[in-house]
């Protein structure tokens, strides 16, 4: 069998999977109640995050601000704190940014969905923290525009039925190649339905290591499986040189308080941590109790947890000439937004007091 290659045969394949979709769909909180503002939601939150993660929070989030005027009304500490756990807080500070935005730009209070929303990529793109991908998602799949989305599930699946073999050198690259023949499968009227289609083809079916040919609906029309190509070669991206960084952080805790440090940086910004030893006094007599091991982007991270040998009399001393330093009682550190790996840590080890 020849490999499709005029749109026709392209939007047969599209038919084929919105079809394979209807019957198949995993039920999810956003597609049970699919607003624009569930999408939205939805979309932020699953950026770099498993929907299997994502659902708890996500249940959450709706129950505490059920609507993009709550968001838009909420505190940023409400709202970081809703997030806690899922990482990558520029992502939320972004979201509720976007909600301000929205919400400002409303001129008819009357307004109701989908008025008030951008309806286009180009403007969804206007909005913080909404890239190419999020906008064309939000205009294909929360407001059916016939736009491709495009995100790594759907350049796998595109490469592997058109037996794409070249190398990327990065997935922007390979965005912008697959963009060009995405769009050709879309069948008229049914861009949500496409969208959401083959990426979870791409989730539950064409798996990176371990795809389940007998099942695709589109198996008979795949140039990988009728040649014979090698799938895990499919699609090629060069391989991430990672860099391997190495943090020393203190537990300083009496059992009744505990010293943290709140960051200034732009990714963790009021975002509570360990504080780093040189944060305290690099003299202080330490020995090693943890390890925490995590990755960011190309970073690998071992962050090697310590306590002191000897502790002060009153903490909060220590934290008189350090204004970045937060004394608390253990029982406080509920209402705070912790940095998740170090939350998980702390949970453990304060499990006995609390």
């Known amino acids: 069998m020849e490999c499709p290659s005029k749109s026709t045969r392209k939007r047969q394949i599209g038919y084929l999977l919105t079809d394979w979709f209807t019957k198949n769909r995993r039920i999810l909180p956003w597609r049970t109640n699919p607003s624009i503002y569930n999408r939205l939601v939805s979309e932020f939150m699953l950026q770099q995050t498993q929907v299997a993660t994502v659902i708890p929070y996500f249940n959450r989030w709706i129950g505490q601000f059920p609507s993009i005027e709550a968001l838009a009304q909420a505190s940023e500490e409400q709202v970081l704190k809703a997030w806690e756990g899922l990482g990558y807080y520029t992502r939320v500070k972004n979201l509720h940014r976007t909600a301000k935005e929205i919400i400002k730009k409303l ?40 736009v ?5 599930n759907v350049i796998r699946v595109l490469c592997r039925i058109n037996g794409i073999q070249q190398s990327f050198e990065s997935k922007n690259q390979a965005v912008k190649y697959i963009k060009n023949i995405a769009h050709f499968y879309i069948p008229f009227g049914k861009s949500a339905n496409y969208n959401e289609a083959i ?61 943290l440090k709140k960051t200034n940086t732009k990714r ?14 690099k003299k202080m007599f330490t020995q090693e109790i943890a390890k ?23 903490l909060k001393i220590l934290t008189q000439n350090y204004p970045d330093l937060i004394f608390l009682s253990i ?3 509920k209402n705070i937004t912790i940095s998740g790996p170090h939350r998980k840590w702390l949970d453990k080890q304060l499990l006995a007091y609390l």
């Open 107 to 146: 001129t008819n209070p009357d307004a109701i969905e989908p008025d008030i929303y951008p309806q286009t990529p180009e403007e969804w793109k206007l909005l913080p923290g909404i890239g190419d991908y999020t906008a064309h998602a939000l205009a294909s799949i929360a407001q059916n525009q016939c």
């Open 148 to 152: 491709a989305a495009v995100d790594g």
């Open 199 to 259: 990426m979870e083809l791409g989730a539950l079916i064409c798996r990176p290591k371990n795809p389940i040919c007998d099942r695709c609906p589109i198996v008979l029309h795949c140039c990988s499986f009728q040649k014979k190509l090698n799938y895990l070669q499919i699609p090629k991206f060069q391989k991430i040189i990672y860099v391997k960084k190495t943090a020393q952080r203190i537990f300083i805790c009496d059992g009744q308080f505990i010293i």
């Open 268 to 281: 963790l910004y009021n975002i509570f941590e360990l504080p780093l030893i040189d944060d305290i006094d």
């Open 292 to 314: 925490i091991n995590r990755s960011i982007a190309n970073e690998r991270i071992e962050e090697i947890i310590s306590k002191p040998k000897y502790l002060p009399k009153d």
């Open 331 to 333: 029982y406080e550190l």
